[in-house]
């Protein structure tokens, strides 16, 4: 009997539905991405897993699995109230291969009770007057047997992988358009090279060249669009949404990158996730984050966002499936969070963007139904789709760039009051740093930014005169830790350095940590990115060493054990350093 209910009540749920969806559709891809507003994600809920150690579709309770990461069970009030704060999408991200199917053992069947309770929940969200979008995520790691060095494990990949759309094809195509399928999540890329405990081991999975890599996100985007369009009825013309390169934007803007052929005309969507810089909205603790805010911040956002126009000058509408300064760890509101959100969806008014707010009741506490913070809370309300109906969107695009331009020019122009002159003229040295967990940063990238900083480091930075020897340093110990711990990357900079003193190289002669000198991995050498900043790395290891070469110099004599991770990770200093210190002559090569 409880059987006979639960179908009757999913037939209902459906039969609803397609009442919704005799809304009339949105022409094309650019008026669906604006029909939805803005959206929020169901994080950390039906994609929660155990990376396979439960033993996946052991259990009748798929609650089990989406309370696992500490979520609350998800009610049709949970999604009324998302709603009513101004949400007009969620994004439900789920583990089907870990959860729902014994993959581990060549099976990639879904449970129906999984397939039940997913269902359930777009059926809530419909309900509520939501669009809806439903992947696979991250799923324990699985994406990896696409790297695997053994072509069976490869070929199950891809054929778990089509049999999986095919099922989710044939589950949901009753549904109408406000139900949108994505293809993957961030593991188009470097998921590929995954060891899941679970799904493939270091003997099965490889590293493989990034050309390579997207040529196999290109295949996989074609299969899906494939697959779900060989089923038919509504999925013939269904909104689908294509998973971006590791749905990084500069990745994804990649000419290698290429969006599948779709018999489908206009109905291609592409998703990316913005969370820059990572080192505020990624920090583990308000505390920690680095500052937020200038002018320049703001400029920056709307610089890396209008990249995006690749995609939507052709046709195609483009969600930001994640983004969020996010809440710490001890779940305290970063400083300037609620301005950050707000410039955040001004970009998306003015560069035609669609959005979902990676939320796991960081922002939206799903067990008091409200945006807890008063300010975020404000960010959102209002900013629904009806408000914008009947309204053109040049109109919309319009207002949202003037705001934006109006809170840059209110922004200052500095976070920080002790930063060395760093207009178009000046040479300044300093050191790029990101620690080892990513939590302690300072003025990362090309650009001397010295108010890009984990609040309490202390920095010596040297003003470049010309030939001489300077030293640059950082001091942690008035950070929240007190220390950084290890370093993910690191390297001098000096700003404008290849205009001023073209040719000069850097060489260190003292590195010290922790008030103690320390002996370096082979050479550094002297290269730059951008023909404008002179850069030596410390730490880096994304530099491919024969392809540096090319543009790389020493102070003296030739290439030889040239290295970009001259700093030992595994040195016990390295481990808590609280101060670094570094020497170097800075000279016309010899």
């Not at 053994?150 to 999986?164: H, I, P």
């Not at 052709?314 to 305290?332: F, H, M, R």
């Not at 404000?378 to 319009?398: C, H, K, L, P, T």
Request: glycine letters at 10%; one cysteine or more.
């Amino acid at each position: 009997m409880k059987r006979i209910i639960m179908i009757m009540l999913v037939l209902l749920a459906a039969a609803l539905c397609g009442a919704a969806s005799a809304e009339e559709a949105p022409a094309d891809a650019l008026e669906m991405s604006r029909r939805m507003g803005n959206g929020i994600n169901l994080g950390n809920t039906m994609e929660a897993c155990n990376n396979g150690k439960l033993g996946g579709n052991t259990t009748d309770n798929p609650k089990f699995y989406e309370t696992f990461w500490g979520q609350p069970v998800t009610t049709p009030e949970m999604l009324r109230a998302m709603k009513d704060c101004g949400f007009d999408t969620i994004r439900i991200p789920v583990a089907w291969m870990t959860n729902a199917t014994h993959l581990d053992k060549g099976d990639f069947t879904i449970s129906e009770a999984y397939m039940e309770r997913v269902e359930e929940i777009v059926n809530y969200a419909l309900d509520a007057g939501m669009i809806v979008i439903i992947n696979d995520h991250w799923d324990g790691g699985w994406w990896g047997m696409f790297g695997s060095d053994t072509e069976a494990t490869r070929n199950l990949a891809m054929e778990a992988y089509t049999g999986m759309w095919k099922q989710l094809a044939e589950r949901f195509g009753k549904y109408g358009w406000q139900l949108v399928f994505e293809s993957a999540n961030e593991e188009l890329g470097t998921g590929f090279d995954e060891n899941s405990p679970l799904y493939c081991d270091d003997s099965l999975a490889h590293t493989m060249p990034e050309s390579e890599r997207y040529a196999l996100a290109n295949r996989i985007n074609q299969v899906f669009v494939d697959t779900v369009r060989a089923s038919g009825g509504n999925n013939a013309d269904r909104f689908l949404l294509i998973a971006g390169y590791r749905t990084d934007i500069s990745k994804t803007c990649d000419m290698r990158f290429e969006m599948p052929k779709d018999p489908a005309a206009g109905r291609l969507l592409v998703s990316v996730h913005y969370y820059s810089p990572w080192s505020y909205c990624g920090a583990s603790t308000a505390k920690s984050a680095t500052l937020w805010g200038k002018q320049a911040d703001y400029e920056a956002m709307y610089a890396d966002l209008g990249r995006l126009k690749r995609f939507t000058a052709a046709g195609y509408g483009v969600v930001i499936g994640e983004y969020g300064a996010l809440p710490g760890s001890d779940g305290v509101m970063k400083k300037n969070a609620p301005a950050y959100h707000e410039a955040f969806l001004n970009c998306c008014d003015a560069l035609d963007l669609g959005n979902c707010l990676w939320d796991c009741s960081g922002f939206f506490v799903r067990k008091q139904l409200i945006i807890v913070e008063e300010e975020m809370a404000a960010v959102y309300a209002g900013r629904n789709a009806a408000s914008e109906s009947g309204r053109d969107y040049a109109e919309i695009a319009a207002a949202g760039k003037a705001a934006l331009d109006a809170m840059t020019a209110a922004a200052p122009e500095s976070l920080v009051e002790n930063a060395l002159n760093a207009d178009a003229d000046s040479c300044v040295a300093w050191i790029m740093f990101s620690g080892g967990d990513w939590t302690m940063s300072y003025s990362v990238g090309d650009v001397y930014t010295p108010d890009s900083m984990t609040p309490g480091i202390v920095p010596t930075d040297a003003e470049i005169t010309g030939a001489g020897t300077y030293t640059v340093a950082l001091d942690f110990t008035g950070t929240e830790t007190g220390y950084a711990s290890n370093t993910a990357f690191s390297a001098i900079g000096i700003s404008n350095g290849e205009q001023k003193y073209p040719g000069y190289c850097i060489f260190f002669t003292e590195v010290i940590i922790n008030g103690e000198p320390v002996r370096l991995k082979g050479r550094n050498y002297t290269c730059s990115d951008d023909g404008k900043c002179t850069r030596s790395n410390l730490y880096n290891e994304w530099v491919d060493i024969k392809t540096a070469r090319s543009g790389a110099r020493v102070l003296v004599g030739d290439l030889t054990g040239i290295s970009a991770t001259i700093l030992d990770r595994g040195l016990e200093a390295m481990q808590k350093i609280r101060t670094i210190e570094i020497t170097f002559r800075y000279e016309p090569r010899k």
